[in-house]
């Protein structure tokens, strides 16, 4: 009996067409198939480790993505999710990431990066996994990195976690029931209160 062909091109599609090499070699495609269809031009490689069809769209959050898959653990939160929610008029300078803290320091150097380590409650409160182009990216809900960006506003500045805030009332779509729920985990309800008082007699 004839063993089966691998094709590295479908195996790629089958995974959105990003994977890490650890990855594909588990998935059956051999290293040097790997640098052979990068040299083709079949490939790219998004850093180290990590590589994406050619041929595919472009992410439209490349560097979101590009994390999402080389930190499985770490969801986007603070000022890269406030981007992404377009809750800030700020463009991050790095990719900030939420962690456990009982979690190790990751490897990768690429896109620059700023680490946040949250209990284990905290970490786990309000995630969510959006879809950019097809690729699953762990994110904090709206609420959840409001309270976050309160929680670390001495990291990021109060003029930053204002902002948000009243763009988070002027767009309307507020759950103030869930922000305070998320206060109460992240320990700022008498920080919070004050704030929304004063947004809401605007």
């Known amino acids: ?64 993505v590009l994390v999402a898959k080389r930190i499985p653990q770490g969801v986007i939160c603070l000022i890269s999710a406030l981007a992404y929610y377009e809750l800030t008029t700020q463009i991050p300078h790095f990719v900030y ?18 680490y946040f380590w949250y209990s284990q409650h905290a970490y ?5 996994t959006i879809s950019i182009s097809g690729f699953p990216v762990k ?4 609420e959840k990195t409001l309270a976050d ?8 500045g109060m003029d930053v976690v204002l902002e948000a805030f009243k763009e988070y009332w002027r767009k309307g779509r507020t759950d103030l029931d869930k922000l305070y729920d998320y206060a109460k985990i992240c320990r700022i309800e008498k920080v919070l209160q004050p704030i929304i008082e004063t947004i809401v007699s605007q």
């Open 149 to 156: 960006c309160l929680k670390f506003r001495q990291k990021i």
């Open 124 to 128: 786990e409160a309000g995630v969510e």
């Open 97 to 114: 990431v939420a962690l456990p803290r009982t979690s190790r320091m990751p490897k990768p150097t690429y896109p620059p990066l700023r």
């Open 139 to 142: 994110i904090y809900d709206i």
């Open 1 to 64: 009996m004839r063993p089966r062909t691998i094709d590295p091109i479908e195996i790629f599609r089958q995974h959105n067409g990003i994977l890490r090499t650890a990855e594909a070699i588990k998935l059956g495609i051999h290293p040097v198939h790997l640098y052979q269809l990068r040299d083709a031009g079949a490939l790219e490689s998004l850093g180290r480790g990590v590589f994406r069809l050619a041929s595919m769209p472009d992410f439209s959050e490349p560097d979101l």
